[in-house]
C-alpha cells in the first residue's frame, strides 16, 4: 500500500508534483482561508462592517445588511472556487478584485481616521478600515496573481483540489482561533480575563 500523505494520494504522487504546483496550491489555500473566515464572519455579524461603512459613507449611500451580506456570500464562493482546481483561474481573478476592493476601503477609511471596527475577520476585537486592510488586500491581490502565474500545472486536478481543502481547513482552523483569541482565552482561563479587567479600570 505505501505510505500516503492524504487519503488516496501517494508518496509518488507527491512528488511528481512541481514547485510550481506547489506555489498554485499554497497561495490557493491561504487565499481561500482568508475568504472563507472573511465571509463567515459577515455572514454572522454584518452590523461591524455596515457601522465602518456607513462612518465613512454619507447618510444617503448607507449600506444595509443584506449588502454586506451579499458581499460575504461572494467571498466564500470565490474561496471554494480557490480550492477546486477547474474553478481556480477564474476564483483567482475575482480574489483579486476582492483584494483591491478591501485595499480601497482600508485606504479611505485610513484617510478619514476611522474608529469603529469593521468586524472584516470575525473575534471579538476588531480595528477599524486603515493600513491594515489596505496591506491585507494588496497581499491577497498580489498572492492571486502569483497563482495565476505559476503556469499550467503538472499534478491533476484531483490532487491539486485534494492538497488545496486540506491547507484550507488547516489555515481556516487556525485563523479562526487568531481572531478569536481573546474570546477562547476568556472561556478556557476566566481567571486571567477577570485580571485583565481589572488591569484596565
Known amino acids: 500500500m505505501g505510505c500516503r500523505f492524504l487519503p488516496g494520494r ?57 449588502a454586506v451580506r451579499v458581499l460575504a456570500g461572494v467571498e466564500v464562493l470565490v474561496a471554494l472556487g480557490l480550492v477546486a482546481a477547474p474553478t481556480r483561474p477564474l476564483a483567482s481573478i475575482a480574489a483579486g478584485g476582492l483584494g483591491c476592493l478591501f485595499a480601497g476601503a482600508g485606504l479611505a477609511g ?26 491585507l488586500g494588496l497581499a491577497l491581490a498580489a498572492m492571486a496573481a502569483v497563482g495565476l502565474l505559476a503556469g499550467a ?28 483569541r481573546d474570546l477562547a482565552r476568556s472561556l478556557l482561563l476566566p481567571g486571567a480575563a477577570s485580571i485583565d479587567r481589572e488591569a484596565t479600570k
Open 10 to 66: 501517494p508518496v509518488d504522487t507527491v512528488l511528481r508534483m512541481t514547485s510550481g504546483d506547489w506555489v498554485t496550491i499554497l497561495s490557493s489555500s491561504v487565499l481561500a482561508s482568508v475568504l472563507l473566515n472573511a465571509g463567515l464572519a459577515k455572514l454572522v455579524s454584518p452590523a461591524r462592517l455596515v457601522g465602518a461603512l456607513d462612518e465613512l459613507l454619507p447618510v444617503a449611500f448607507a449600506v444595509p445588511a443584506r
Open 110 to 135: 485610513w484617510r478619514r481616521g476611522s474608529q469603529q471596527p469593521c468586524g472584516c475577520m470575525g473575534g471579538g476585537g476588531g480595528r477599524p478600515l486603515g493600513a491594515a486592510n489596505v496591506a
Open 153 to 180: 500545472p503538472a499534478a491533476s486536478a484531483a490532487d491539486l483540489t485534494a492538497w488545496a481543502a486540506a491547507l484550507t481547513s488547516a489555515g481556516s482552523l487556525l485563523l479562526s482561533v487568531w481572531t478569536s
